[in-house]
C-alpha cells in the first residue's frame, strides 16, 4: 500500500514570495491533516478536512495561510506571501476516519526555508 | 492551549541500555501515542494506548497510560543503534483525532 505522498521535498524561497505543498493521501483515507514542524519541536496542527471539508482551522494563519481539498482527495497548502517564521517542515497525515482511536499516517514532509 | 512536557529533551546511552522517556500534560487525554521520527522522515507510530492505566509492549517497546490521563512513558530495552532518532508523544483529547505533540527525545546510541 503507498503511503502518504508530498512534493516537494525541498523548497528555498526568499521572504515575501509564495509557496504551494501539495499531498495525496492513502487512498481511501477521508480524514487529511496538514501540521507545521519548527526545528526542535513537534508537529503543530495547521487544518483538518474531513472529505472536502474543514473540520478544524483554528491554529491556521488565515492572513497569510490556506489549504484546500477540492475533491476530497489530494490537498494544497499555501503561503502567501511568506514570512522567516515560517520556515519549517510541513508535514502531511492522513488517517481513515476522524475519530480519536483512528492512526495518521505522516508523509515525509516538505522542508521549507524562507530567506 | 494544550501543551505537553516531555522529558528527556536528549539521551546519550550505549547499546545494550534501558531507555526511559516520559510525557506530562496539565490537561486530560482520551490517547496517548508514541512516535518516532528518523531524520527526513515524517513521524511513524510506535504505540497507541487508549485507557487509563493500560501497559502495552510492542517488541522491545513498551508504554503505559498514567491512571489521571496526563502522563505516559514510553521504555525501550536493550537498545540497538537503528533505535537512534527523535521520539514524540502526543495526546488526543477531542472526538476528531487532534494530536498534541511534545517536544521530542533524541536519542542516540553509542555502539
Known amino acids: 500500500e503507498a503511503g502518504v505522498a508530498q512534493s516537494p521535498r525541498y523548497k528555498i524561497i526568499e521572504k515575501r514570495q509564495s509557496v504551494a505543498f501539495w499531498c495525496n493521501p492513502i487512498?481511501?483515507?477521508?480524514?487529511l491533516y496538514w501540521y507545521q514542524q519548527i526545528l526542535g519541536q513537534g508537529p503543530k496542527l495547521l487544518i483538518q478536512?474531513?472529505?472536502?471539508?474543514?473540520?478544524?482551522d483554528s491554529q491556521l494563519p488565515k492572513d497569510r495561510f490556506s489549504a484546500e481539498r477540492l475533491k476530497g482527495v489530494d490537498s494544497t497548502l499555501k503561503i502567501q506571501p511568506a514570512k522567516l517564521e515560517d520556515s519549517a517542515v510541513y508535514l502531511c497525515?492522513?488517517?481513515?476516519?476522524?475519530?480519536?482511536?483512528?492512526?495518521?499516517?505522516f508523509g515525509p514532509g516538505t522542508r521549507l526555508l524562507v530567506l | 492551549g494544550q501543551q505537553l512536557n516531555q522529558s528527556p529533551q536528549s539521551m546519550f546511552i550505549q547499546e545494550g541500555e534501558d531507555v526511559s522517556m516520559n510525557c506530562t500534560s496539565s490537561?486530560?487525554?482520551?490517547?496517548w501515542l508514541w512516535y518516532k521520527q528518523d531524520p527526513g522522515e515524517g513521524p511513524v507510530l510506535l504505540i497507541a494506548?487508549?485507557?487509563?492505566?493500560e501497559l502495552t509492549s510492542n517488541g522491545r517497546l513498551t508504554a503505559q497510560f498514567g491512571i489521571t490521563r496526563k502522563d505516559s512513558f514510553l521504555n525501550i530495552s536493550a537498545s540497538i543503534p537503528s533505535d537512534v532518532g527523535i521520539y514524540f508523544c502526543?495526546?488526543?483529547?477531542?472526538?476528531?483525532?487532534?494530536?498534541?505533540f511534545g517536544k521530542g527525545t533524541k536519542l542516540s546510541v553509542k555502539p
Open positions: 502526543a495526546g488526543q483529547g477531542g472526538s476528531q483525532g487532534n494530536l498534541i
Open positions: 487512498s481511501g483515507h477521508a480524514t
Open positions: 490537561s486530560i487525554f482520551n490517547t
Open positions: 478536512f474531513q472529505n472536502n471539508g474543514v473540520v478544524d
Open positions: 497525515a492522513s488517517s481513515l476516519l476522524a475519530t480519536y482511536q483512528e492512526t495518521q499516517y
Open positions: 494506548l487508549y485507557k487509563a492505566g
